[in-house]
């Protein structure tokens, strides 16, 4: 079918009619995903205040954390566009059952993940080359947070559901005041009232509860609202854990990647930890960041064809690329220009400095590969076309894997690593670009 749709030309311009629904959804989605991974930003920002060994444990422990956050993202990405098309075509009933279910689903997932995490959080962190003080300071983080991380994948599916209803303000204040809420508590007992590193993991135990129970009571009241039961039923979860294999396997070789680099990283030497961990939150940051125009893309492009606009949903595609990249450019050079200052944030050890201001050299140069990417994944996992991002990001993995091999093999060095990310990138944009330009993924829609 999409053999009969013409690509849209590209005609750069300031202005253009998909301006205004993109950043309906896009500047309130910014907002919230900005804010999400402020938790551990905050947490980098503190404890680096506490000591470099602290912060070493932090970086290892929030690996293991995002990794396994970030394999459970189909909880979200999986229900955005599924959830937009279905209303789209008229059929919110069936949209609000898919999400109360994708919420009781994140709930049993999280039970059984935080227990899987808490059993084998040693071995994990011996695999990321924690010892001795640093392994000390990374279990005692871990163990604190788990007793919040079934709250954070409730509040990621609730977000996905949100998101396929159009509806990115809620999110937005849930994220805003849940990281405020984190940031506060614990500055209070860290520096207010003289507690250590087990106090950065509890106050964001706090927000996530707060946020997870926010978005609970939204989707009930939408379930409600369609007359949708909100028993747990397995059939919808079997059926969304199914459609979430593609997300899954395209998100572990994401997180494989970013695991393996902090691992290298980790064996070159504790301060380069340090810094690979600043450099890392804020090119996640970052990303997320740019990932507000491919939320738009998830919910604009499941909307558009569900609609079976498959025209519009390619001419509005480019639009968002174009915005991401701008404002990834954007970014970049605010990077570049304050990426000392940046530095001196987290951490006053000059050998961090140092070599964190290294790092974010990289992490801006990065920027306008990283808009293409992002805005594209958004795009095509709206269409439902999963399985070709699955593919992609598996084969992305597998370069970096044999360039990091090499720079340890080599002692080459931090600068060498994020030399590896930089191929990583390219690997991710060039598929991604041609797989969009063929317009296949128009008559994708898998949900």
């Known amino acids: 079918m999409s053999e009969l749709v013409e690509r849209p030309p590209w005609r750069p311009s300031l202005r253009s ?47 293991v954390l995002l990794t396994a956050h970030s394999l459970l993202v189909f909880l979200a990405y999986g229900a955005t566009g599924p959830i ?102 614990e500055v209070v007992l860290i520096f207010g009232l003289g507690f250590g590193l087990g106090a950065s993991a509890l106050a964001t135990v706090i927000a996530q509860f707060g946020a997870g129970l926010a978005y609970v009571v939204l989707v009930v009241r939408f379930a409600k609202e369609q007359q949708a039961s909100t028993r747990p039923i397995w059939a919808p979860m079997l059926s969304i854990l199914k459609s979430g294999q593609a997300l899954v396997i395209r998100t572990m070789s994401l997180r494989g990647a970013l695991t393996l680099g902090a691992g290298v990283a980790s064996a070159i030497g504790v301060e380069q930890v340090a810094a690979h961990q600043v450099g890392l939150q804020v090119w996640f940051t970052l990303a997320l960041a740019l990932d507000a125009v491919a ?10 064809l569900g609609e079976g606009n498959q025209a519009v949903a390619w001419a509005a595609s480019r639009r968002m690329i174009e915005l991401d990249t701008v404002v990834a450019i954007f970014f970049g050079v605010l990077i570049a220009v304050f990426r000392e200052q940046i530095a001196g944030l987290f951490t006053a050890d000059a050998a961090v400095v ?66 590896a990310l930089w191929i990583f990138m390219i690997v991710r944009l060039v598929p991604l670009v041609l797989r969009w330009r063929s317009g296949q993924w128009l008559s994708a829609t898998a949900v």
Request: with cysteine.
């Open 17 to 63: 009619e998909f301006d205004r629904p993109i950043a309906a959804l896009a500047v309130p989605a910014f907002g919230s995903l900005v804010a999400e991974p402020l938790y551990v930003l905050a947490d980098t920002a503190v404890v680096g205040r506490i000591g470099t060994t602290e912060l070493a444990g932090l970086a290892l422990a929030s690996t």
């Open 84 to 185: 937009a098309r279905l209303i789209s075509e008229g059929n919110s009933h069936r949209a609000a059952v898919r999400g109360i279910q994708g919420m009781w689903l994140a709930g049993l997932l999280g039970i059984v993940v935080t227990g899987l995490l808490a059993v084998f959080a040693t071995p994990l962190l011996r695999l990321l080359q924690a010892e001795g003080e640093v392994l000390e300071a990374a279990l005692l983080y871990l163990r604190v947070s788990l007793i919040g991380f079934p709250f954070l994948l409730l509040a990621l599916a609730g977000a996905g559901v949100l998101h396929g209803r159009q509806d990115t303000r809620r999110p937005l204040v849930i994220a805003l005041v849940s990281a405020l809420s984190n940031l506060v508590i």
């Open 354 to 419: 140092s070599l964190t201001g290294l790092v974010l050299l990289h992490v801006a140069g990065q920027q306008p590969i990283n808009g293409v990417v992002f805005a594209l994944d958004g795009i095509l996992i709206g269409a439902g076309d999963l399985w070709f991002l699955a593919k992609g990001m598996v084969a992305a993995f597998l370069c970096f894997a044999v360039c990091a091999w090499a720079v340890l093999a080599t002692d080459a060095g931090l600068g060498w690593l994020w030399g």
């Open 295 to 304: 939320i738009s893309g998830q919910a604009l492009t499941g909307r558009y």
